[in-house]
């Protein structure tokens, strides 16, 4: 039970403010750590299914990757080691093992080829939208519950696919676990997409009308935030 002493809500709060919270600008995190980690698997992952040609061990790697998404975030959030490179890393780090480890199993043909291009395609159109409300000056967007429930499906359909098509004894129920995954995974992932749209435009209103208001800050103010 959160009590009046404890003090997430006030750095949620600031965070959402824009306010700077202390320790942010720190880059050697155990969080930050966890996602380099979770990243540098990923030649590991392509070594083991392009490399060894084996689907069974390159499929394990690929949904524990999956399974342990929320770990950084979790001790981010519980340890307070939340930092700027985090928020950025984290999300980038997620979306390039989203990214090759789809694109792997196309050449691989382990995955139906309008599963894949319905996933990346929504995949490219998010970073796209990301990085161009960023460059117009919109306020940080976060992920949805949608979003969040998509991605954890569809980490968990990619695997079970290629396992589908390894040297399993149980490789028809691999592939039933895939559908099982995928469907609920678009469905959501696109009820997500939906949702950032009027989230995105929302986003670019408030950051304009911050940049706006920031001229009448009074200097002194301003560079004492930084």
Same mark, same amino acid.
Request: some cysteine.
């Given at each position: 039970?959160?009590?009046?002493?404890?003090?997430?809500?006030?750095?949620?709060?600031?965070?959402?403010?824009?306010?700077?919270?202390e320790?942010?600008?720190?880059?050697?995190?155990?969080?930050?750590?966890?996602?380099? /980690?979770?990243? *540098?698997?990923?030649?590991?992952?392509? %070594? @083991?299914?392009? +490399? =060894?040609?084996?689907? #069974?061990?390159? !499929?394990?790697?690929?949904?524990?990757?999956g399974?342990?998404?929320?770990?950084?975030?979790?001790?981010?959030?519980?340890?307070?080691?939340?930092s700027t490179?985090?928020?950025?890393?984290?999300?980038?780090?997620?979306?390039?093992?989203?990214?090759?480890?789809?694109?792997?199993?196309? /050449?691989?043909? *382990?995955?139906?080829?309008?599963?894949? %291009? @319905?996933?990346? +395609? =929504?995949?490219?159109v #998010?970073?796209? !939208?990301?990085?161009?409300?960023a460059?117009?000056?919109?306020?940080?967007?976060?992920?949805?519950?949608?979003?969040?429930?998509?991605?954890?499906?569809?980490?968990?359909?990619?695997?079970?696919?290629?396992?589908?098509?390894?040297?399993?004894?149980?490789?028809?129920?691999?592939?039933?676990?895939?559908?099982?995954?995928?469907?609920?995974?678009?469905?959501?992932?696109?009820?997500?997409?939906?949702?950032?749209?009027?989230?995105?435009?929302?986003?670019?209103?408030?950051?304009?009308?911050?940049?706006?208001?920031?001229?009448?800050?009074?200097?002194?103010?301003?560079?004492?935030?930084?």
């Amino acid at each position: 039970m959160t009590t009046a002493a404890t003090p997430e809500p006030l750095a949620e709060r600031l965070a959402a403010d824009g306010v700077p919270v202390e320790g942010e600008d720190r880059i050697l995190t155990l969080p930050n750590l966890i996602t380099l /980690v979770r990243l *540098s698997c990923l030649p590991v992952f392509l %070594w @083991l299914l392009f +490399g =060894r040609d084996d689907r #069974v061990w390159a !499929a394990s790697l690929l949904g524990a990757l999956g399974a342990t998404d929320w770990i950084d975030g979790y001790i981010a959030r519980r340890w307070h080691q939340v930092s700027t490179v985090g928020k950025v890393f984290d999300p980038v780090a997620d979306r390039l093992l989203f990214f090759v480890a789809g694109v792997a199993i196309i /050449v691989d043909g *382990s995955v139906p080829l309008w599963v894949a %291009w @319905l996933v990346l +395609g =929504r995949e490219v159109v #998010v970073t796209v !939208a990301t990085l161009g409300l960023a460059a117009a000056g919109a306020r940080r967007i976060d992920v949805t519950w949608w979003g969040k429930a998509g991605t954890f499906g569809l980490m968990w359909a990619f695997p079970m696919f290629l396992a589908s098509h390894g040297k399993l004894f149980w490789r028809e129920q691999a592939e039933w676990l895939a559908w099982a995954t995928t469907a609920p995974g678009l469905v959501f992932s696109y009820v997500a997409l939906a949702l950032y749209v009027p989230l995105g435009l929302k986003a670019l209103r408030e950051g304009r009308a911050e940049r706006e208001a920031a001229p009448a800050t009074p200097s002194g103010a301003a560079g004492s935030a930084r």
